[in-house]
């Protein structure tokens, strides 16, 4: 039923002021009714849309799209919804969403309806909302890959595992080449690892490294960035730099055949001081680096310069430690006259952690003397202690009678000074024609071992009191060892006999066995007993180990 006149007002009204734009096209594709949003939209005044071709007013390529369109509509009365648009309209960008549909008067479609709806302002939104995802979402990989980096730069205090390990973690996460370039004592800079996705390519950076050191003197690249302490972003390599950098043609060829298309280089920077730099290039992925990137690969340079400095504080502190444990070793067993000496060590812990256990062979008026002791702990405090006992113990052996009246002055240094308390086991070896004399003291060390040349093992001493645990110590045992050809006497400490073995220790009676099935030589015993009481826990210790042995020869 048709709308009743009085109404018609009311309609005009409403289709005005529609918040979409609307408009009528008759059978000639002419406008005959258009709104204000609709011509806003078109960029059109009202007036100049009434009676005119839909090809007159619009642009040409969306005429090209809407024409045929609106034919169809015509010619088959079926619908078109939801048709996305955009338009240009004085440099501003629009998006719209429209509908057209047929409008009929006595049977047949004889115009055609259009809604058109402006989406710019909802696109920008979903842009805007996609646009911060985008941005939250490398937010977070960015931070599970610093997290992953920090876990594996964690993993090892080597300094060359270290280094390479900085290489590799950026291929190829945040780049397809790395370079890790430290600054050396000479000033110099040196490419100490690199890395790529192609093993073939790293070899090639492995020559050019070769031929084509770094200078430090460069006005650009790693030499700025280390005298510096800035980053340098090239984001498009131009074709002119390879030209520029080159010194000759083999070294353009190279580098050209690197395929270096876009590159950062960051300080990497420990306390203040700048050890070197990271530098990172795209090639073969196509991808480039931006300004943004920036924070998050300043970021890896900075845990990678810690980790790279841990290394390198660590390996001083190693071989400051290696330094110290020798030298609360004997250099060297001595060569004795009659006798044959064998000695291994296997400290237990951390590289820089010394201290333990100690052994000592050293001469006093023609007999010699054998030392072999425990010191509780690990560490400065624990080095102190060897290196007391050892000291005191070479200046009391030549002055007192024997090896209990010698352990009892270490039993008074440490008592005097509040030291660790100790264990410890004393002989002094007297040799003469066919064979060697023995006298022991044992401050509550293990009893040290003899295997006669049958293959029996008979206990020496009986151990006394701990050195250093209680004051007025009763006086400690001494026993008499004759030794004669093919014996072995073997001095160790607790590491050996308590090294375990399933749910218990080795103990003395299984260190009894290897010593038994041992050649009878004090070379051959010691290695035997070292061999198996690492064996014993599958190569993983749990103390000390030291072993000293000395044999008769047959």
Partial sequence: MPSSPSHQPLLDAAVDHAPVGMAVIDNQLRYVRVNELLAEINGVPVGEHLGRRVDEVLPREL?????????DVLESGRSHHGIELARGIAGDERRMEASYFPVSENGGPTAVGVVVLDTTARESALEAERQARVRAERAEARSRYLARASAALGSSLD??????TVADLAVPDV??????????PSGSIKRVAWAHADPTLAEIARDYDVRYPLNPDDEAGSAR?????????????????????????????????MGFRSYVIVPLVARGQVLGDLALAYSSSGRRYGAEDLDMLQALADACAMAIDNARLFGEQEATARTLQHSLLPPQLPEV????????????GRATEVGGDFYDV???DGRWVLAIGDVVGKGAAAAMTT???????????PREPGPAAALARLDAALLGDDERPSSAVCALLATGAGGAEVVLASAGHPPPLVRRADGRV??????????????DAPPLPEATVRLAPGDVLVLYTDGVTEARVGDGQLGEAGLAEIIAGAAPSAAAVAEAVERVALAVQDGRQRDDIAVLAVGVPR
Avoid: K, M, N, S
Avoid at 159 to 164: C, I, K
Avoid at 387 to 397: D, E, F, K, Q
């Fill in 458 to 471: 008979e206990t020496t001493v009986r151990p006394g009191t701990l050195l250093g645990a209680v004051e």
């Fill in 337 to 348: 006259p009659g006798v044959e000496l064998a000695a291994r060590y296997r400290p237990f």
């Fill in 175 to 184: 780049a397809d080449w790395a370079f890790v370039e430290l600054v050396q």
């Fill in 225 to 257: 960035v280390v005298r510096t302490g800035q980053p340098e972003l090239v984001e498009e390599i131009p074709e002119a730099f390879f030209d520029a950098v080159a010194h000759d043609p083999e070294q353009l060829r190279i580098l050209t055949g």
């Fill in 159 to 164: 300094l060359a595992a270290t280094l390479q």
């Fill in 63 to 71: 005429a090209e799209l809407l024409v045929p369109l609106l034919r």
């Fill in 387 to 397: 290196a007391l006992l050892r000291h005191t113990l070479r200046a009391a052996a």
């Fill in 362 to 364: 050293f001469d006093v």
